[in-house]
C-alpha cells in the first residue's frame, strides 16, 4: 500500500519552484501555442501539506495596445474626405487630425487576395489566394485555401493572450467550404477569431443578409428598419464592452470590416438626401475639384497632375440628360451609403473611447481593399446580379426604378466613371492591379499613447501585408516560427513602426509585385512597371499575355502615374519587367490565369465542387442557408424536383424549396393549397406556372419538371407541374440565368429567407404548413435539351 501511494506523491517545493521559474522567465513565444511548464511529480500525500503551483495562464505582455483593423469595402483613393474626397467622413477625420495619413499604402486591386494579405502578413499568393474564392483554381497560389504555413495575425494574438473578434465580411474561406459539412478550418472562427458576426462571401443585401454568428446561421430580426451596418456595430460595441467589463486587463484585437461600400449600395434614405444635387457637374469636375483639395491638405504633392481617363469613360458633358439623372443619383446613394457607415464606425470608436481604451489602442483605418468598383460598367445597375450574368441594362431600363435605388427593392451599382473619379487622381480603378488606381487606398492609423505627430502625413511606399508586422513590433510580440505544430512561411511584409516618429524616415518596403487575373505590375525603390492587360468592364483580355504592352513610371516624380516612360527608357522597363518574373516565382504567382467567367465554373477551373459530378441530390426539412457552391447546379440544364409532403387537413400554403431571391432565383410553393412553380429572373422578368385544384389532404408527392431547350447557356424551357403523376400545370419558362442567382440569397427547405424569390408570400410568411418529408433535385447534363 505505501509504494502506491507513493507514485501518487509529489515534491511540493519543487512543483513551486519549477512553476515560477517559468513565471518569472519570459516564456518562448515563437513557438504558439505557448507551451504549458511541466512539472516535477509530487511526493506529498497530504493536499494540505503541499504548495500547489500557480495556474498556467497565457498573458500578453503588459501595456501592449488593443489593436482596431477598420477596412473599407471597394472605396479608392479620392473618395474620403480625409485624403480629399467628396463623401464627409467625420471619423477619418477626427482620427487622421490626431494621428497620421499614409499616402502611398497598397492593397492588391481585389477583395479576397486584400484581406488574406492584411491579416497575414504574407503575400496574396502565398495565402494560395490570388484571386477571390470564388474563382480558385488547382494551381498553388490560386487554390482559395490559406496554408496551415500562413498563420493569420489573430491567431497569432489569440495564442498570446488577446481577445479576438471579427465583424462583418469575411470572404477568405473557400467557396465549397462555406457549408454546414465544412470543413472549417478556414472559417473566421478556427482562424484565430473567438468572435465573428458576419457574412461569408463577397458581399451581401444590407436589409437582408444571410449572417453567420461562429459557425451558426442567425436570423435577422423583424425590423423594417433593418441594416446590416447598424447591426454589425451594435454587435461590436457589445462585444468589446463585455471584454473590458470582464477582463479589463486583457487587450482585444477587432476586425471590423463592413459589407460597405461594396455593391449593393443599401442606404436610408435620409442619407442619399444629404448629397442631392452635389455630383451634377459630373465626374470630370469631381476629379478636378478633388485633386485640388488632395493637393490642399497634403495627400498628394503639389504639381500632380491627373492622370489620363479611360477611353471608355465618355466626358460628362457629352451625356444625354436621362444619362445624367441617373448617374448623378447613383453617385448621391454611394456617398450617402459612405457617409452612413463612417458614421456608425464612430460609434464604435466612441464607445471604446468610453471605456477608457482609446488612449491605447492601435486603430488601422483602412479607407478600402482595393480601388473604387467600375464593375458597374458604362450605365450602372438596377441588379448587381445582371453583371453575373452577362445582361446589359440601358438608361432607360434602370431609370424606371430611380426611386427605388438604394433601398431594399434594388441591388444596385453605379456607372465606371464614378470609379474612375473615386480613384483621382489616378486613372484605372478595381481589378486593375498595374495601376494605383486598383491599389493605393488612403490609410490612418491612431495610436495617441505612442504616436505623438497629429495630422501628419507619411509618404513611405507601404502595403497590406505591412499591418501584421507592425501589429506584432507595436505589442512586443515575436514573429512566431512555429503555430499549432505547423513550422510558419515567414511573414513578407515589414513593419511600419519606425514611420511613426518619423516623416522623413527612408521607406522599408522596397520592392512589392501586383498581379490580378493578368493586370500585373513591379513596384521597385520608386519605379513602377506594369500592363493593362483587361479593363473591368471588358469581356476579354487586349492582348495575349505575352503580348501585353508595359508602361513604365518615376514615381519619386510622378505620383499620379500620368508620365510614361516605357519609350524613353526601355533598359529600365526590361530591367522591372525581369524582376516582376523572379516575384512571380518567387510568390507562387505563375502561371497567370487570365479567365474570367470561365473561372466561376468549378470543373473548368480546376478547383474542387462539393457536388462533384452528382446528378441527384436529397434533402430534408431544415437545411436553408445553403449557398451556391454548396448546392447542386441547376443552371443551364433540364431537371425534376420531386418533394413528397403531407398535406394537413385545411391545406397547405408555403415554401417546398427556393433558390436565390428577389434579384434572381426560383420557388416550388403552395398558394392557397395549390402547387405554384415561379421563376424570377434577374427580377427583370418573372414566370409562374400554377396548378388551378388545391392538393387533397394527406401524403402526396408535386413533381416539377423543367426540360431545356438546349443550344447553350441561357436558354428557356417547359415547365410541368405533377400531383402525384397527374399532370396539373405546364408553361414556358423563356429566359434563365446561366452564371449565378445570387452571393447570398441561398437555398432553403420549408422556407424562403432573405428576399422572396416572388412577391406572392414574404419571408416571415414563407413557412410550409404542411410536413416536407423529402424533396430530390435530379439534373441532366448541361445545355442539352432534355
Same mark, same amino acid.
Given at each position: 500500500?505505501?509504494?502506491?501511494?507513493?507514485?501518487?506523491?509529489?515534491?511540493?517545493?519543487?512543483?513551486?519552484?519549477?512553476?515560477?521559474?517559468?513565471? !518569472?522567465?519570459?516564456?518562448?513565444?515563437?513557438?504558439?501555442?505557448?507551451?504549458?511548464?511541466?512539472?516535477?511529480?509530487?511526493?506529498? *500525500?497530504?493536499?494540505?501539506?503541499?504548495?500547489?503551483?500557480?495556474?498556467?495562464?497565457?498573458?500578453?505582455?503588459?501595456?501592449?495596445?488593443?489593436?482596431?483593423?477598420?477596412?473599407?469595402?471597394?472605396?479608392?483613393?479620392?473618395?474620403?474626405?480625409?485624403?480629399?474626397?467628396?463623401?464627409?467622413?467625420?471619423?477619418?477625420?477626427?482620427?487622421?487630425?490626431?494621428?497620421?495619413?499614409? @499616402?502611398?499604402?497598397?492593397?492588391?486591386?481585389?477583395?479576397?487576395?486584400?484581406?488574406?494579405?492584411?491579416?497575414?502578413?504574407? @503575400?496574396?499568393?502565398?495565402?494560395?489566394?490570388?484571386?477571390?474564392?470564388?474563382?480558385?483554381?488547382?494551381?498553388?497560389?490560386?487554390?482559395?485555401?490559406?496554408?496551415?504555413?500562413?498563420?493569420?495575425?489573430?491567431?497569432?494574438?489569440?495564442? @498570446?493572450?488577446?481577445?479576438?473578434?471579427?465583424?462583418?465580411?469575411?470572404?477568405?474561406?473557400?467557396?465549397?467550404?462555406?457549408?454546414?459539412?465544412?470543413?472549417?478550418?478556414?472559417?473566421? @472562427?478556427?482562424?484565430?477569431?473567438?468572435?465573428?458576426?458576419?457574412?461569408?462571401?463577397?458581399?451581401? #443585401?444590407?436589409?437582408?443578409?444571410?449572417?453567420?454568428?461562429?459557425?451558426?446561421?442567425?436570423?435577422?430580426?423583424?425590423?423594417? #428598419?433593418?441594416?446590416?451596418?447598424?447591426?454589425?456595430?451594435?454587435?461590436? &460595441?457589445?462585444?468589446?464592452?463585455?471584454?473590458?467589463?470582464?477582463?479589463?486587463?486583457?487587450?482585444?484585437?477587432?476586425?471590423?470590416?463592413?459589407?460597405?461600400?461594396?455593391?449593393?449600395?443599401?442606404?436610408?434614405?435620409?442619407?442619399?438626401?444629404?448629397?442631392?444635387?452635389?455630383?451634377?457637374?459630373?465626374?470630370?469636375?469631381?476629379?478636378?475639384?478633388?485633386?485640388?483639395?488632395?493637393?490642399?491638405?497634403?495627400?498628394?504633392?503639389?504639381?500632380?497632375? *491627373?492622370?489620363?481617363?479611360?477611353?471608355? &469613360?465618355?466626358?460628362?458633358?457629352?451625356?444625354?440628360?436621362?444619362?445624367?439623372?441617373?448617374?448623378?443619383?447613383?453617385?448621391?446613394?454611394?456617398?450617402?451609403?459612405?457617409?452612413?457607415?463612417?458614421?456608425?464606425?464612430?460609434?464604435?470608436?466612441?464607445?471604446?473611447?468610453?471605456?477608457?481604451?482609446?488612449?491605447?489602442?492601435?486603430?488601422?483605418?483602412?479607407?478600402?481593399?482595393?480601388?473604387?468598383?467600375?464593375?458597374?460598367?458604362?450605365?450602372?445597375?438596377? #441588379?448587381?446580379?445582371?453583371?453575373?450574368?452577362?445582361?446589359?441594362?440601358?438608361?432607360?431600363?434602370?431609370?424606371?426604378?430611380?426611386?427605388?435605388?438604394?433601398?431594399?427593392?434594388?441591388?444596385?451599382?453605379?456607372?465606371?466613371?464614378? !470609379?474612375?473619379?473615386?480613384?483621382?487622381?489616378?486613372?484605372?480603378?478595381?481589378? %486593375?492591379?498595374?495601376?494605383?488606381?486598383?491599389?493605393?487606398?488612403?490609410?490612418?492609423?491612431?495610436?495617441?499613447?505612442?504616436?505623438?505627430? /497629429?495630422?501628419?502625413?507619411?509618404?513611405?511606399?507601404?502595403?497590406? &501585408?505591412?499591418?501584421?508586422?507592425?501589429?506584432?513590433?507595436?505589442?512586443?510580440?515575436?514573429?512566431? /516560427?512555429?503555430?499549432?505544430?505547423?513550422?510558419?512561411?515567414?511573414?513578407?511584409?515589414?513593419?511600419?513602426?519606425?514611420?511613426?516618429?518619423?516623416?522623413?524616415?527612408?521607406?522599408?518596403?522596397?520592392?512589392?509585385?501586383?498581379?490580378?487575373?493578368?493586370?500585373?505590375?513591379?513596384?521597385?525603390?520608386?519605379?513602377? !512597371?506594369?500592363? &493593362?492587360?483587361?479593363?473591368?468592364?471588358?469581356?476579354?483580355?487586349?492582348?495575349?499575355?505575352?503580348?501585353?504592352?508595359?508602361?513604365?513610371? =518615376?514615381?519619386?516624380? =510622378?505620383?499620379?502615374? !500620368?508620365?510614361?516612360?516605357?519609350?524613353?527608357?526601355?533598359?529600365?522597363?526590361?530591367?522591372?519587367?525581369?524582376?516582376?518574373?523572379?516575384?512571380? +516565382? /518567387?510568390?507562387?504567382?505563375?502561371?497567370?490565369?487570365?479567365?474570367?467567367?470561365?473561372?466561376?465554373?468549378?470543373?473548368?477551373?480546376?478547383?474542387?465542387?462539393?457536388?462533384?459530378?452528382?446528378?441527384?441530390?436529397?434533402?430534408?426539412?431544415?437545411?436553408?442557408?445553403?449557398?451556391?457552391?454548396?448546392?447542386?447546379?441547376?443552371?443551364? +440544364?433540364?431537371?425534376?424536383?420531386?418533394?413528397?409532403?403531407?398535406?394537413?387537413?385545411?391545406?397547405?400554403?408555403?415554401?417546398?424549396?427556393?433558390?436565390?431571391? +428577389?434579384?434572381?432565383?426560383?420557388?416550388?410553393?403552395?398558394?392557397?393549397?395549390?402547387?405554384?412553380?415561379?421563376?424570377?429572373?434577374?427580377?427583370?422578368?418573372?414566370?409562374?406556372?400554377?396548378?388551378?385544384?388545391?392538393?387533397?389532404?394527406?401524403?402526396?408527392?408535386?413533381?416539377?419538371?423543367?426540360?431545356? =431547350?438546349?443550344?447553350?447557356?441561357?436558354?428557356?424551357?417547359?415547365?410541368?407541374?405533377?400531383?402525384?403523376?397527374?399532370?396539373?400545370?405546364?408553361?414556358?419558362?423563356?429566359?434563365?440565368?446561366?452564371?449565378?442567382?445570387?452571393? =447570398?440569397?441561398?437555398?432553403?427547405?420549408?422556407?424562403?429567407?432573405?428576399?422572396?424569390?416572388?412577391?406572392?408570400?414574404?419571408?416571415?410568411?414563407?413557412?410550409?404548413?404542411?410536413?416536407?418529408? /423529402?424533396?430530390?433535385?435530379? %439534373?441532366?447534363?448541361?445545355?442539352?435539351?432534355?
Amino acid at each position: 500500500m505505501r509504494r502506491a501511494l507513493c507514485l501518487w506523491t509529489i515534491v511540493p517545493l519543487a512543483a513551486a519552484a519549477a512553476a515560477g521559474a517559468y513565471a !518569472a522567465g519570459a516564456p518562448d513565444r515563437t513557438v504558439l501555442p505557448i507551451p504549458e511548464p511541466t512539472y516535477p511529480q509530487v511526493t506529498e *500525500l497530504d493536499a494540505r501539506k503541499a504548495t500547489p503551483p500557480p495556474p498556467f495562464q497565457v498573458k500578453a505582455p503588459d501595456g501592449v495596445p488593443n489593436v482596431l483593423i477598420v477596412l473599407i469595402d471597394d472605396m479608392g483613393f479620392g473618395m474620403s474626405s480625409a485624403f480629399g474626397g467628396p463623401i464627409h467622413m467625420p471619423t477619418v477625420d477626427r482620427l487622421a487630425s490626431a494621428g497620421l495619413r499614409y @499616402n502611398q499604402f497598397h492593397t492588391t486591386a481585389l477583395c479576397s487576395p486584400t484581406r488574406t494579405a492584411l491579416l497575414s502578413g504574407r @503575400n496574396h499568393h502565398t495565402n494560395n489566394m490570388g484571386g477571390i474564392t470564388e474563382t480558385a483554381t488547382a494551381f498553388p497560389g490560386n487554390t482559395g485555401q490559406r496554408p496551415a504555413s500562413v498563420a493569420p495575425l489573430a491567431e497569432m494574438l489569440r495564442l @498570446n493572450g488577446y481577445s479576438t473578434s471579427f465583424f462583418g465580411k469575411n470572404h477568405e474561406t473557400a467557396a465549397w467550404e462555406v457549408s454546414p459539412s465544412g470543413p472549417t478550418t478556414r472559417w473566421p @472562427n478556427r482562424s484565430g477569431f473567438d468572435e465573428f458576426y458576419g457574412f461569408m462571401g463577397g458581399e451581401t #443585401n444590407q436589409w437582408a443578409p444571410l449572417l453567420y454568428h461562429g459557425l451558426n446561421i442567425v436570423e435577422i430580426p423583424k425590423d423594417p #428598419n433593418y441594416h446590416f451596418m447598424t447591426d454589425m456595430t451594435n454587435k461590436a &460595441i457589445g462585444w468589446v464592452q463585455y471584454q473590458k467589463s470582464l477582463t479589463p486587463d486583457r487587450p482585444f484585437f477587432m476586425y471590423f470590416a463592413p459589407g460597405a461600400t461594396h455593391a449593393p449600395h443599401h442606404v436610408p434614405k435620409e442619407w442619399i438626401a444629404k448629397y442631392k444635387g452635389k455630383f451634377d457637374e459630373g465626374w470630370d469636375a469631381m476629379r478636378e475639384q478633388v485633386l485640388a483639395r488632395q493637393i490642399k491638405l497634403g495627400v498628394v504633392p503639389p504639381g500632380t497632375k *491627373l492622370a489620363g481617363k479611360p477611353e471608355a &469613360i465618355k466626358d460628362w458633358s457629352a451625356l444625354s440628360a436621362d444619362e445624367k439623372k441617373l448617374f448623378a443619383r447613383q453617385m448621391e446613394i454611394f456617398a450617402g451609403f459612405g457617409e452612413y457607415t463612417v458614421t456608425e464606425i464612430g460609434r464604435l470608436i466612441d464607445a471604446i473611447h468610453g471605456l477608457g481604451q482609446l488612449d491605447n489602442t492601435l486603430v488601422f483605418y483602412i479607407v478600402g481593399d482595393n480601388g473604387t468598383s467600375a464593375e458597374g460598367g458604362m450605365n450602372g445597375m438596377f #441588379n448587381e446580379m445582371t453583371y453575373f450574368n452577362g445582361v446589359q441594362e440601358t438608361v432607360a431600363d434602370i431609370l424606371k426604378h430611380y426611386d427605388e435605388l438604394g433601398g431594399p427593392m434594388s441591388f444596385p451599382h453605379m456607372a465606371a466613371g464614378w !470609379a474612375v473619379a473615386g480613384d483621382t487622381p489616378f486613372m484605372w480603378t478595381k481589378q %486593375v492591379a498595374s495601376s494605383f488606381g486598383g491599389t493605393r487606398n488612403g490609410m490612418v492609423v491612431s495610436w495617441p499613447k505612442r504616436v505623438k505627430a /497629429k495630422g501628419e502625413v507619411r509618404p513611405q511606399f507601404h502595403h497590406v &501585408i505591412d499591418v501584421a508586422p507592425t501589429v506584432l513590433e507595436a505589442a512586443g510580440l515575436p514573429e512566431p /516560427k512555429s503555430v499549432n505544430g505547423t513550422p510558419q512561411t515567414p511573414i513578407e511584409g515589414v513593419s511600419m513602426v519606425y514611420s511613426f516618429d518619423d516623416a522623413k524616415a527612408p521607406g522599408r518596403h522596397k520592392t512589392q509585385y501586383f498581379e490580378i487575373a493578368g493586370n500585373r505590375a513591379i513596384y521597385s525603390d520608386g519605379w513602377f !512597371a506594369g500592363t &493593362i492587360h483587361k479593363a473591368p468592364w471588358e469581356t476579354k483580355p487586349r492582348a495575349a499575355l505575352l503580348d501585353d504592352t508595359w508602361e513604365l513610371y =518615376d514615381t519619386k516624380n =510622378d505620383f499620379s502615374l !500620368a508620365n510614361d516612360l516605357a519609350a524613353k527608357n526601355p533598359g529600365k522597363l526590361k530591367e522591372l519587367q525581369d524582376l516582376f518574373m523572379s516575384e512571380a +516565382r /518567387k510568390y507562387h504567382v505563375l502561371p497567370i490565369d487570365d479567365r474570367t467567367v470561365e473561372r466561376l465554373n468549378a470543373s473548368i477551373a480546376g478547383r474542387p465542387d462539393l457536388m462533384g459530378d452528382r446528378t441527384s441530390l436529397t434533402l430534408y426539412a431544415g437545411m436553408t442557408g445553403m449557398s451556391e457552391n454548396a448546392f447542386i447546379n441547376v443552371k443551364n +440544364r433540364s431537371l425534376a424536383i420531386t418533394a413528397e409532403v403531407q398535406v394537413p387537413s385545411g391545406g397547405a400554403s408555403g415554401v417546398i424549396l427556393a433558390q436565390g431571391g +428577389r434579384f434572381g432565383g426560383w420557388s416550388l410553393y403552395m398558394k392557397d393549397g395549390k402547387p405554384v412553380y415561379a421563376y424570377n429572373f434577374l427580377g427583370l422578368q418573372r414566370f409562374s406556372i400554377a396548378a388551378t385544384q388545391a392538393v387533397p389532404a394527406g401524403k402526396a408527392t408535386i413533381r416539377f419538371e423543367f426540360a431545356y =431547350d438546349g443550344g447553350g447557356l441561357a436558354k428557356g424551357g417547359l415547365g410541368t407541374i405533377y400531383v402525384d403523376a397527374t399532370k396539373v400545370a405546364e408553361g414556358r419558362i423563356e429566359r434563365t440565368q446561366p452564371i449565378v442567382f445570387s452571393a =447570398d440569397d441561398a437555398a432553403d427547405v420549408g422556407i424562403d429567407e432573405g428576399t422572396p424569390v416572388t412577391e406572392d408570400y414574404t419571408p416571415a410568411g414563407s413557412a410550409f404548413t404542411g410536413k416536407i418529408l /423529402k424533396v430530390k433535385v435530379d %439534373v441532366k447534363p448541361m445545355g442539352v435539351a432534355r
